[in-house]
């Protein structure tokens, strides 16, 4: 039993997504408008293009035109190096009165060569469009002018190869650069894969008992049920009391239905409630499935053992300074520390005055024979105790009862935390009798039905 690594799955990660969409929407978002307005802040380029064809003075047979095209293209890559050497760009410089620097210049010039052509491309980039097509037309006449300076001449002591324009570079209509629709996407997608990244991540790093397979990742335990938290503002309480037939009363008779086939032995069953951590839900719990319990007939006691933040009495309004202990000690019958509650509800024995060891009170032999005694009383005994975690009470009183429930709050406790807990009640001898999922998600469309059922109830009344 180890909270081991599980897995990644289709539907896992589906899970991931659809738990952290929020996350991953935000994230695409706000990486999209950063591109956006990196992008809207630069300064806009306009890029311009001249077109120039080679070609060979030499030949006129088939063989000859041939072998002239394939020595024009040899030649093109080292037209394309002259295209932006000083020897063509200084007198550019000079011709449109550019405040720059030849090695600055080639920068703003690109060349191509279409594949297996005699055509090459100058392309020139400027933040002004005119400037622009200006730069790439100087450009090209310069480079014709310097081919012909510069290409081998045959025996007439004419150029083998010649130059000339064939498309004339205009001022482009629309910027080049910065693409704001491009980088506002590219922007988007990156956010979009880190959003994904981040809620793989928060999955893994997760380690909370939000559902029944992060219980089967800790333990081969049954979960009892799952009992979904309440309204935002809306007291737990006595629900099942308070709203016999809402969601959460629902949810904790399907608790009691579980319990119905973990084979109890005897004719009473003392069941022992606890959880892992305070703050889990275990005495609202408790109390509830008291009331269940009741409902449905069976004698039905509930016991709080919590002797350090008892809380059964705050749920049923009863005063807590008369009860178990004060029973313990002689002082009264234990019968008569037992109240009745309600028509239909449960019988309830608080804590009673707060011991200054309640260990020593729970290991007790008069403490053993009270449970005796309400186990030949009542078919049902509920034992609310401390979270298992905290102080070592419940690991006592595990072995002095038929089952062990543990409540897990699926907000919050984490899976090592249940697995100390599983083994902890264990090695004390206690038989765990599964897990109740407390405080999960309402199953959709439950609250919409339980409502329709309520104002159908008041219809008919």
Known sequence: MSPGPTPWTLGRAWEAVRKSWLLILGLVVASAGVGYVASASQAPQYESAASLYFALNEGTSGADLNQGSTYTQNQMLSFARLATSSRVLEPVIEQLGLDTTPTDLAERISITIPQDTVILEVAASSSDAARAAEMANAVSVQLVAVVQEVASRGEEGVARITASVIDVAVPPAVQSSPNKTRDTALAGLLGLLLGLVAAFVLTVADTRVRNEAAVARVTDLPVLGSVARTRRGVDAGLVAARDPHGAVAEDVRRVLSALAFSALNGSSSRILVTSCSPGEGKSTFATNLAVVFADTGERTLIVDADLRRP???????????????????????????????????????????????????????????????????YETVIIDSPPVLTVADSNLLAPLVDGVVIVVDSSKTRRPQLARTIRSLEAAGGRIIGIVLNKSRPRRGSDVYYRAMTEERVLER
């Open 311 to 377: 809380r059964v009495h705050e749920l049923f309004g009863l005063d807590g300074s008369v009860g178990l202990t004060t029973a313990l000690v002689g002082d009264i019958r234990l019968s008569d520390a037992i109240v009745t509650w309600g028509e239909r509800g449960p019988d309830v024995l608080v804590s009673g005055v707060l011991p200054p060891s309640p260990a020593a009170v729970i290991t007790s032999e008069p403490f053993r024979e009270a449970l005796d005694a309400a186990a030949a009383t």
